[in-house]
């Protein structure tokens, strides 16, 4: 018994250790990005990236927010596209995944074929691409961010599934005592429906905060970078003012006054950082979202 | 990973939808759980059963229901439905001036040219090889995860390094490129200082095609095991307690019970996620691709992929837009196939799992 709880401690400290050197390697990057940022540049480019800073140093800092505009630029579109359009989007796909969800709407299986095949079919980028630009004329609006990807098929089964479960007698009172289908869907269904609201919109949040995708393709104009698509350029821009400086050096200027090194690290924990801290907190909806689905399957 | 995963993920939801259809009304009652009580009421009383029920669906405000849709599925029909039409892009020689209607056709032309060029083989060998990498190592890794996940006991201590593994799923590609830079840098990375300390060489990474199949496979499954095996630890989570006690009276050790109960156990959910992430092994995850290589040609010959190359093909100009649309076709219909095959060799392994 004694050499078994003594095997037992040994294989749960092993355990242990192996997931804390997982931990560590998950952790390790963020802190070579962070100490990057708060090192000098001269040591930098005298020893290269390390992760204790030969000696703390802000000036990366100092340097962005003494020209905050593009940041707080991109803060504005980000969060302004995260916000309305998650929000517009899980209201509408609630609207579409309630009716299928009742077992009763004649043609609801057309309804929901019509959003499957769209998960098994596309017609690719370069039609949406075009039908977005050229047609549409999206480009250069804020609302390329919010209209295009209002719909998830996904999603709405999701959402689907979750209103299926809900107690249909409810419904069916509701029905009886005169209520319309408006009043049961936005008065009844959706506060009964939190947790797959909360889900979906955090899902979406997520998309939608971490997209450099869609401005790269549409945005042209600087005041409409998103966060993500913002730190893309700043690490193609930076390295040609790299470039641009080793020609400089040969001319006698030193390339090193050029804080690009450190102020690249320190934009991305700038612009990556604050939401980061947030979502963890909201994992057990992401969980649940990815685990919804299989229970039933 | 993370584009498998959400596929995969997709797939159940739809599963589990497309049978409900497919059930009897009645079953469908009975499977949901609000309904069931509602169903058996009715049922027991006998003659209430078939009157209630119509009485039921004449309750039901269609026109309502239909007007509540209608928006979304417009959506839907606009950036659905209508790139499906322009496809016909790909027959056509797209001019900007003549509009998609307005082009001439030219047929297969432009798939001809696809097939003859050196592109050709590079993305099909790349997007193949790779993804397949990654679905093997992140099938690995991923069970791996949630079996030694499983095995410890402190529930606070489970639920801590899930929380750590998870955190850079949050993260997008491009700070992952960030970090991959950081390691990377040719001058700086902190991989290249090391190797000098250590009397080394340093290795130009951004021109090395050699190295990015493995890094492309060390970030994919650093951001997304953490995920994935989420799926896997909920699924042993619900595995009888009884089979791990009669295991252990009949004096069977910790490895026995893990290849003779617990991986058995997660099979079927193996078997059909990896058969669903061959089915998407067309679709390339761009983000890992654009932004970890940052987009440089000398790499391309290991990590050019379709995705990429059918973006660069769009920003080469409006020239191109007909080359790139037939190899988005091609992807699609390629896509379209697999998922149609897989479904076919699913529903022979595991019925209940199947798509339709």
Redesign the interface.
Known sequence: MITARKNNILSQSILHSIFIIMSAMIIIPFILVIAISFSNEKDIVAYGYHFIPKRFDVSAYLYIFKNPTSIINAYNVTIFSTVVGTTLSVILMSMLAYPISRGNLKGRGFISFYIFFTMLFSGGLVPSYILISQYLKLSDTVWVFIIPGLMNAWHVFLLRTFFAKLPESIIESALLDGASEYRIFFTMILPLSKPVLATVALFGALARWNDWFTAMLYITDDRLLTLQYLLQRILMNIQLLQQESMNVDMLGINPSDIPSETVRMAMAVVAAGPMLLVFPFFQKYFVKGLTIGSVKG | MDLV??IN??A???????N??QKE?SE??AM????M??FMKTSLNGKITTGHKNK??K????W???S??A???L??L??????????I?AFKE?K?DLG?IGSNWVGFKNFEFFFKSDAFYRITRNTLTLNAIFIFVGLIASVT?AL??F???KRT?VKA???????????????????A???L?P????F??AL?QLGMAGIDWYNKPKYWPAILTVSSI?KGV??SS??YY??LMGIDTEYFEAAAIDGAN?WQITWGITLPFLRP?MTILTILAIGNIFRAD??LFY?LT?DVGSLFSTTDVV?TY??RT?KSGVAN?SM??A???L??IV??VL?IITNIIVKKIEP??ALF
């Open positions: 995963i959400y993920i997709q159940f939801l739809i599963c589990s939808f497309l409900t259809l009304p469908v009652y949901r759980g609000g309904r009580e509602f039921w669906y309750n039901i405000n269609n309502q229901l239909y509540l849709c928006v979304p599925m959506l839907f606009v950036f659905n439905y209508l790139p499906m039409i322009g496809i892009i797209y900007y998609i995860v030694l996940l095995e410890i006991r201590a390094y899930q929380t750590m593994l998870i955190v850079p799923h949050y993260l997008s590609w491009v700070i992952v490129g960030y970090m830079y950081a390691f840098h001058q700086y990375g902190f290249n200082s000098k650093w953490g995920m989420v799926v909920a699924s910790k959910l761009f983000g932004q940052r995705d059918v973006y769009i837009m790139s649309s190899v988005g076709v992807q699609s896509g379209f998922i209940d799992n």
